[in-house]
């Protein structure tokens, strides 16, 4: 079984542009979480997929979004980038147990 | 808040032994995870564990104390291989959404 893929691998960005990254998710996994991850702050949560409906959101500003289509796939899109958005962004699939099968991330620069 | 700390780095020698401690808020408390990160790669699922106890797998054992708010990994016959992020997320309240420490950096060296 393939494990979660995520696109592209690396980006770079300059401020005030925007930035679509995708999730291809594990087959049969309905819910997709993403996660920034910082040196300084860790993995924080900014949002769940399920069905395709946003089912739990963390606390990140609305610049940042997603979705999620019918065959479970998602897109994070960040707009407006700032350079505080550098990071690794990280996304997850579960089947309905409390484990997350983690993609390998997109790393993100901002200049 | 939902903190959840663990040490920032680790050293350790090949051939021993290491545990990584992580300590969380208990109020809500649902479930404890351990994950290993390597650089550059997904974080991978090791453990979880949602009653008081030790269990083994293999050369890694996860400790959970639920009245304590406190769990531990061992890692036995440390590996260079072994040099990884060792991430502690909790479960709190209803939510599956995990909440990460900010994981504890393990440098083995020979």
């Known amino acids: 079984k393939a494990g979660v893929t995520q696109t592209p691998r690396y980006l770079i960005k300059t401020r005030g542009q925007q930035v679509t990254l995708s999730c291809s998710p594990i087959?049969?996994?309905?819910?997709v979480s993403w996660y920034q991850q910082t040196p300084g702050q860790g993995l924080q949560f900014l949002f769940e997929y399920f069905s395709e409906t946003q089912r739990n959101k963390g606390n990140f500003p609305g610049r940042f979004s997603g979705r999620q289509f019918s065959n479970s796939r998602s897109e994070m899109n960040v707009s407006t980038l700032e350079l505080g958005d550098s990071a690794l962004y990280l996304c997850?699939?579960?089947?309905?147990?409390?484990?997350?099968?983690f993609g390998a991330g997109t790393r993100l620069s901002v200049l | 808040g939902q903190n959840i700390d663990q040490p920032t780095e680790m050293t350790a020698t090949e051939g021993a032994i290491v545990q990584i401690n992580c300590t969380y808020q208990t109020s809500g408390f649902n479930g404890l995870f351990w994950y290993q990160q390597h650089a550059g790669e997904a974080p991978t699922f090791l453990s979880y564990n949602v009653l008081d106890g030790l269990e083994e797998k293999g050369r890694f054992s996860s400790f959970l104390s639920r009245s304590k708010g406190y769990s531990y990994l061992l890692l036995k016959e440390l590996q260079m291989k072994d040099s990884a992020s060792y991430l502690c997320?909790?479960?709190?309240?209803?939510?599956?959404?995990?909440?990460f420490g900010r994981g504890t950096s393990l440098i083995v060296h020979p």
């Open positions: 997850a699939s579960s089947a309905g147990s409390n484990i997350q099968y």
């Open positions: 087959s049969g996994h309905r819910s």
């Open positions: 997320a909790v479960n709190f309240g209803g939510s599956y959404i995990p909440t």
